[in-house]
């Protein structure tokens, strides 16, 4: 007997195909995902620690103030799976708000000048912790601009020594 000419009864059919052929996932099931917009950062933010950044060159961080960080966040005992790192050049339909609800952080460190849509709440000074509505804030200087300045390297790293206790 030949395959050519192989059928198959039609009143097996349903039985074979008695399960879905396309499975639906979250995204195809629920169309108003579909309009979500895409958050984009780096890091997988297991110690709710946001850090905010504004590069408009990159999606989320050049390579020296990637190293940099790397440094900064090895100091801390930190890694990039405890923390989220956000562009928020990257991210222009997101605001402050928008943000704090979408990662839920207990530590938002503010690395450099954020563009005035993201909506800050308006604080001036560096490297001091700001409480505001549960969440510790601290501004800073840019990476870049961090490492390159010793006087700026001191400061943050005081700073971070209170928050981690360090």
Not at 49 to 70: A, C, K, M, S, Y
Not at 121 to 126: C, E, G, V
Request: glycine residues 4%; negative net charge; contains cysteine.
């Amino acid at each position: 007997m030949s395959l050519d000419n192989f059928q198959i009864p039609s009143t097996l059919l349903p039985e074979l195909y008695k399960d879905s052929l396309i499975v639906l996932d979250d995204k195809q099931s629920n169309p108003k995902k579909l309009n979500e917009k895409k958050v984009h950062f780096l890091g997988n933010n297991l110690k709710n620690i946001l850090i905010l950044v504004n590069n408009e060159e990159i999606l989320h961080l050049g390579d020296d103030d990637l190293r940099f960080l790397t440094g900064i966040l090895t100091a801390c005992k930190l890694t990039f799976s405890d923390v989220a790192i956000f562009n928020t050049a990257s991210n222009l339909d997101y605001k402050f708000q928008q943000t704090v609800d979408h990662f839920k952080p207990k530590l938002i460190l503010i690395m450099g000048t954020i563009n005035q849509r993201f909506n800050l709440p308006d604080y001036s000074d560096k490297y001091q912790t700001i409480e505001n509505e549960n969440i510790q804030l601290v501004f800073g200087s840019s990476l870049n601009e961090i490492s390159k300045d010793v006087n700026e390297k001191k400061s943050l790293w005081n700073c971070l020594k209170q928050i981690f206790g360090i």
